[in-house]
Every structure is written in C-alpha cells, then in structure tokens.
C-alpha cells in the first residue's frame, strides 16, 4: 500500500500509578490504584465497583488464544507500549500501523461508577495523563478525551477544556448523569461539538447494560452481547431525531463490529414504517437507514463481514482498527489479516476504510 493504516480504535494499558499521581489530591485516598492478587495477580480496584479489571486480558495483544487468562499478570510483563510512548512507535511499526486513535482501559469500566463527581476525577486524571503520552509520540497517537456529562452546559465545557487540550474527540460514557442524550436540552451540546469538530465516541462496554456477567448459557454466550450497548446508543440518537436536528453531528461506535449494521438499518427502517404510531418516536424526515450512513462512523477489526457488506454499508464511514494492546487485538498480524481481508478491493476502497476515513474525521495528516 502507498500508506500506512490508521488504527481508529487502540487503547492504553493505565500504568499504577496514573490515577494516584495525576488524580484531585481531594480524591486521592480513593483513586483507582493497582494490587497484587495472590490469586488472581495484578489487578486494577476501583473504589465502589465491585469487580477489580485483570490486566492480563487487557494488555494480551499478540497471545496465543489458549494462553488468554484473567489470572497471573504483572505489570513488568505486559507490553511497555501500553503506557511509555517511547516504546509504542516500534509496536506500530510491528503492525505496519501509521498512527492509533486512543482509548483508555480501566477508564472504560469507570464510565459506568455511579458517583458522578468520583468519575469526574478519574476521568480529569485519565485526561491529563493522556495529553503527556499522546506528546511522548506527536504524530502518531492522537487521544480521546474522557468526558463526564453532568449537565448538557458542563458537557460543554468539559468537550471545549478537551479541545483545548488537544484532543481531536471526546469519549462520552454509554449512559449521561442527566436524562438521555437524545433529550432536546442536549441539543445546545451538539451544537457546539459540530462548532469545535469535536466527534463525540462511544465504546463498548461503558454502558450498564453491555457487561459480560449477565449471560445465559456457557459462559462465553456473554461476548456476544457486549455491542448491545452501542446498537441502543445508536437507535437513541436516530429514533430521538438527534441527527435531524443536528445533521453535521459525527457519531462513532466503537469496537462493535460492523457487518450487523445492514441488518440493522433494515430492522430500523421496518420498525418506523411499521410501528412508529403504537411505538412512538420522532417524526423523521429521512428513513432511520439513512441517518446511520450519514451520521454513524464504525470501527472494526477482523470483521470479515464489514469488508465483503460494504456495499450496504457506506463505505466513507467505515474505519478499521487493531484494538492494541486488547486480548481482541489483530497485532501483531494486521499485515497480513489486511492483505487477505481487503484482496477484492479497489486501492480507493483500501484507501478509505484503512486510512482516509479517520484521517479526514479527525483531521490527521498522517
């Protein structure tokens, strides 16, 4: 290829001592910290959740699937790259990567804490952190902001101090501190993200209802429920006549896979013309398909039904990604998963989904 891929959806493993050191000093006693589990190993805790993260599935890249544990990690041992950009460049050049959209890793979990104030810290903690390890490798990482949603004003300006920052995105959590994001008092909110090109992402596993411990069946029934979230975010934003209102507003769903979507935006259109009057919602000017191919970016890794679907989907909003340093990751064989899964493509088409796409989003020159 005449250019290097672009991954629109890479991660960090937070190091032990980020939300410590980087946390309001008020929160301190409380911020997430790291323990060693004689059990379990390394393991991320975080004051009133429940479940501590294992950091050997979240920095597994490259692992041989029988290999893959939540059990007997140890920092030292995980990929340097997760957290020291000094290391990251030579992980991308591994992967014949370009440059990582980046997404945090326990910050993800903590999307879902229930003391607003509390994942506010975090979040600022997390923010700070990233800015310095984005500037450790300028060009090649570029972060997205953790950003709290209180109050459609506060939105504001969290979105405009990460602008600031020099962020090109915000993380939003699956579920805001006030009503739901497709309620019209947000609408001054999206209103000014589209003035400061700010793309607002969702990612899966922050909200409630796509965690991995409520399943029926083996156990491993459960990994196919975790983009329910993201499906409902989207059919939020549509239904809600969010995108009506605010047509030039740049949604991206993120790690959820891509190939569902052709028969999504068939169930959408069915579900409208069919029962919107027993069903209600708003009264949309176009069909609910169309506003997910103008407003819905998506990001995905091995999915070989994104790549051979294209057609039904629009091909403009469609990036791929190699989610390292994640157990789910395609690294360190992108080269040749790409090679295989894009053979029948035109170069424009290859241009598009691995670089173009997410370079024109964020505005990349890369």
Known sequence: MAFKPISADSHVTEP?????DFIDPKFRDRAPHVINDPNRGEIYVIDGMSAPIPMSLVAAAGKDPKDLSTRGAKFEELHRGGWDPKYRGA???VDGVGAEIIYPSVGMVICNHQDMAYKKACFDAYNRWLQGFCGGLPGRLYGMAQVVINSPDE???????AKEMGFRGVM?????????YHHPDYDAFYEAVVDMNMPICFHILTSKRDNMRTYRGPKINSFLSIIRGNQDIIGTFIFGGVFQRHPKLKLICVEADAGWAVHYKYRMDHAYLRHRFWLTCAELEKMPSEYFDENVYM??????SAFKLREHLNINRLMW????????ATWPHSKELLAMH???MTDWERSRVLHDNVAELYGLTV
Do not use: C, M
């Not at 032990?16 to 410590?20: A, E, F, G, I, V």
């Not at 990001?299 to 070989?304: A, E, G, I, L, V």
């Not at 990604?321 to 789910?328: G, T, Y």
């Open 16 to 20: 032990p001592n980020l939300y410590l």
């Open 321 to 328: 990604a190699n989610d390292f340093p994640h157990s789910d």
């Open 91 to 93: 992980d991308q050049d």
């Open 342 to 344: 894009t053979a029948d």
């Open 172 to 180: 939003l959590p699956g579920e805001p501190g006030y009503e739901d």
């Open 299 to 304: 990001t995905f890794q091995d999915d070989w």
């Open 155 to 161: 939105g504001i300006e969290e979105v405009r101090k």
